[in-house]
């Protein structure tokens, strides 16, 4: 899993070819962090596939998360060559649907 920053979004995200998957997070957030160990475990569980996981603290970025639309939490993107093409926001964040959007694009 790839931390993300402001100073290393461009490389990571904005300029990287194939499909990302990013949790967006922030500091005091009880459902994000109720739900980083599941996400962790797909990161693990789908380590080979053309899925690249990254997270994201918005709490240390927060003009970045605004500019990316990220307006509530917890939230789960995923981005194709650069391209923020799918999100899960806030309550339908849950570890069912994080699993089939990981399926969707990790195939």
Request: glycine share 6%; with cysteine; net charge negative.
């Amino acid at each position: 899993m790839i931390e993300l920053t402001k100073e290393n979004w461009e490389q990571e995200i904005t300029n990287a070819e194939g499909l990302i998957f990013v949790d967006f997070y922030g500091d005091g957030c009880v459902p994000c962090a109720a739900l980083m160990p599941h996400v962790h475990e797909l990161a693990e569980q789908y380590a080979d596939s053309k899925l690249k996981f990254c997270a994201m603290n918005t709490t240390k970025a927060r003009r970045l998360a605004i500019k990316e639309g990220i307006m509530g939490l917890p939230v789960m993107a995923i981005y194709e060559n650069g391209k923020q093409v799918e999100t899960l926001v806030k309550e339908a964040c849950t570890r069912e649907s994080i699993t089939e959007l990981v399926e969707k694009y990790a195939k």
